[in-house]
């Protein structure tokens, strides 16, 4: 009777959509195929290689005490520029804690990501000018927006005119580890029953912090979406190429009224789950360098410089603009001024309570039992609790 059960289990497919190799070799896809421009592939080139530049750059920083936490997405960088570059204007992304090159590509100052992981502020950036949300802490719960969102454009009537300017979808970007939560699921429920225009994209960079995928999921993610009647896809989330064209088609089911689909980035992570991890503890050696071999950067500077789209001296302007950046980041960070105590009270409720609102007093006056005393000669500065 077992085997019975077990031979009706569906087979593995591990089947990957892939326009671009490792190896830099253009292939072509009977579903999922776009024709690109040497404009097109320069910049995808271009925003990885930036989006790296901040990603070690503020790992770099964190190392110094400069921030507090970092969550690098070194290795992914193809399956977030290729997601951000097919939304259009008007669609809206609700992302995790390790979306730093789609807010790169949504217009998203880096510095103010530095903020956020410097601890100065909650999230500066306007989710309304740059249609991307403020980063997500809490494991899944950003599908749960995002479900709701695209309930409420829905209900707008913004799915489904046929007009370009107006149709809109949402991304959900999540995590294989999130895939095992609760929030999640719910909103595929959610997604399913009300014909949501949602993508759901998830990057399964194969850790959930220190568990692998296999101890997740016993069939490929992607295929989860079928048990909730709608559809999934599996990309190789190493090609800038593939990406974007799956995320494309996906975002266009949405934007028709034809509902939700999951989208599988089959990446890795080749850096740390954050800076506080150390993954040498869980993950061989042998295992990064073999995915080392299929950085999605490579494999487009292959492509471009094999068919002869762009010469060494972009090649080498980028470069530069990207030491600039760091540069630029490193500097700004540093003079990244600290938050008044104080401002911890704004950003909680829209409207301050009376109970909030005596609590700010209770601090500020604690803050003023302090006077701040300047040592002669020295220039030194240290804080003392007045007497009382």
Request: charged fraction near 25%; glycine fraction near 8%; aromatic fraction near 10%.
């Amino acid at each position: 009777m077992n085997d019975l059960f077990e031979s009706s289990l569906p087979a593995d497919d591990l089947e990957l959509v892939q326009l671009l190799t490792p190896e830099g070799e253009r292939i072509r896809h009977p579903e999922f195929d776009v024709d690109f421009s040497p404009e097109q592939l320069r910049g995808f080139y271009r925003d990885m290689v930036l989006t790296r530049r901040i990603d070690v750059e503020a790992t770099a920083l964190q190392r110094h005490g400069e921030l507090g936490l970092w969550a690098q997405l070194l290795g992914q960088e193809a399956a977030q520029v290729g997601a951000a570059r097919a939304l259009r204007p008007q669609d809206y992304v609700f992302p995790t804690y390790r979306e730093h090159a789609v807010a790169w590509c949504r217009g998203v100052d880096p510095v103010q990501l530095l903020r956020l992981f410097r601890g100065v502020d909650q999230g500066t950036w306007d989710p309304n000018e740059h249609n991307f949300h403020l980063y997500t802490i809490v494991i899944g719960a950003q599908t749960l927006h995002a479900t709701g969102y695209a309930m409420g454009v829905q209900r707008d009537g913004a799915v489904g005119t046929g007009d370009p300017e107006r149709d809109t979808a949402v991304v959900a970007h999540f995590g294989d580890g999130a895939s095992s939560q609760g929030d999640v699921n719910e909103a595929f429920v959610f997604a399913a029953s009300y014909n949501a225009p949602v993508v759901f994209f998830c990057q399964n960079n194969q850790w959930a912090i220190s568990e692998p995928i296999e101890r997740q999921s016993r069939i490929p993610l992607y295929r989860r979406a079928s048990g909730f009647g709608f559809p999934g896809v599996r990309v190789d989330g190493n090609d800038v190429l593939a990406t974007y064209a799956v995320t494309q088609a996906a975002l266009q089911r949405a934007r028709d009224g034809q509902g939700p689909t999951l989208v599988e980035a089959y990446t890795y992570r080749m850096g740390a789950h954050t800076t506080t991890d150390d993954p040498t503890r869980y993950r061989l050696i042998e295992e990064v360098e073999h995915w080392k071999l299929k950085d999605p950067i490579a494999r487009v500077e292959a492509y471009i410089r094999r068919n002869g789209l762009a010469d060494d001296d972009f090649f080498a302007g980028v470069a530069q603009e990207a030491e600039e950046l760091g540069e630029h980041l490193r500097a700004a960070c540093h003079a990244l001024p600290d938050p008044s105590p104080l401002s911890i009270f704004d950003q909680v409720y829209a409207e301050q309570t009376p109970e909030l609102a005596a609590q700010k007093a209770g601090y500020a006056a604690f803050l003023d039992s302090f006077v701040e005393v300047e040592e002669a000669g020295h220039g030194r500065h240290e804080t003392r609790e007045v007497a009382r």
